[in-house]
């Protein structure tokens, strides 16, 4: 495990806790839910002690598989070069018979991506009919633009697989097999699938475990990350498995103000502000009160500004106007009656 963010659980409360939920599971299930769902996901809900900085997606393999053998399971793969979409589907149903991979239902190749799925209605359907999506490593980046919004929104995101490993049957099946967590920047809580009802009590415990470790040692924070573990279902309240040390929130606090702490101590002890209990003897330091009147005082630098324009302005020589005569206000001046006068004959004649 990375140093500083060691998580211990104890099996013994861990098992106790699996024991419980499915006690829980097999009051609330009746025989009609039997035909309709026959197991319920049982997941892992971390609650960490910050928001992440940046967001991370975690795989995690597991020692006991998760999803039945019934679950439809499809495939997207690159287009090869001179084949056509059906020639395509054809090659790699031959290669992953080869390999030892039986348990994918469907081929999808790029190409038939594009052009049979581009509809609304189409890429609805396809995210209904399959339980899991696998993608070749060289067409992952290209797959966003054509999936849409509904495999996202129902975190049916397709899984990398390297279709050109020698070992490809034991690759699939891990990531079939295994699950992943989703760490984002948005909240401080995030979710994993680990395990079904079906399961013995054992086999999830171990998964648990795995889980719990794998994610501990490769998310990307530095001290002590891990808050609260609970263990859930679909339909059950979380039960606790873990819950982290209160000494690690003041660890995590001087991380975040290394400077702020010494210096505010330095102040308190130059001020000599002491508090003492009701014994009289002196106890903790007491807290400083906030201010409400601001110690700064504003700068007048803007009144200055303003001043000096003002000044300019003033300067500003202004338009000179013709003087005018103390009799001969009110009064039209003599040039315009002259011109007025002249004007009148023009139009009587034109009329």
């Known amino acids: 495990m990375a140093e500083g963010k060691g998580v211990a659980l104890d099996r013994a409360q861990v098992k106790k806790a699996v024991q419980a939920l499915q006690a829980f599971l097999k009051t609330k299930s009746t025989p009609d839910a039997l035909f309709l769902e026959e197991t319920q996901q049982v997941s892992l809900l971390f609650t960490l002690w910050k928001v992440p900085k940046e967001a991370q997606t975690i795989r995690i393999p597991l ?64 995210v209904g009919n399959y339980d899991l999506f696998l993608s070749d490593e060289r067409v992952r980046r290209l797959l966003p633009s054509h999936l849409g919004k509904h495999f996202y929104e129902r975190k049916r995101e397709p899984l990398c697989v390297n279709l050109q490993s020698k070992q490809l049957a034991r690759d699939i099946q891990r990531v079939i097999q295994g699950t992943s967590l989703k760490v984002t920047k948005k909240g401080c809580c995030c979710m994993a699938r680990v395990a079904h009802s079906g399961m013995t009590a054992d086999e999830v415990t171990d998964n648990i475990e795995a889980a719990v470790q794998t994610v501990v040692s490769k ?84 009144k200055l500004e303003k001043r000096s324009k003002k000044k300019k302005l003033e300067k500003a020589p202004k338009a000179a106007k013709p003087p005018v005569s103390k009799k001969g206000k009110g009064k039209k001046s003599p040039s315009k009656l002259t011109k007025r006068a002249k004007r009148r004959p023009a139009r009587r004649t034109q009329k």
């Open 63 to 126: 020692p006991h598989g998760q999803r039945p053998d019934t679950d439809e399971i499809c495939l997207f793969t690159r287009d090869e070069p001179n084949m056509t979409s059906e020639q395509t589907q054809r090659f790699y149903k031959k290669l992953l018979e080869v390999k030892g991979v039986k348990n994918i239902s469907e081929i999808i190749p790029y190409k038939a991506l594009r052009t049979e799925y581009k509809p609304f209605e189409a890429k609805r359907r396809l």
């Open 219 to 302: 998310i990307r924070a530095n001290g002590p990350v891990m808050k609260l573990i609970h263990l859930k279902s679909q339909t059950s309240v979380a039960l606790p498995i873990y819950t982290s040390d209160l000494s690690n929130l003041d660890s995590l606090v001087k991380k975040e103000n290394p400077t702020d702490l010494p210096k505010k101590e330095a102040k308190k002890k130059k001020a000599g502000i002491k508090q003492t209990d009701a014994t009289g003897e002196e106890g903790k330091e007491e807290e400083e009160i906030p201010q409400l009147v601001p110690i700064a005082t504003p700068s007048k630098k803007p």
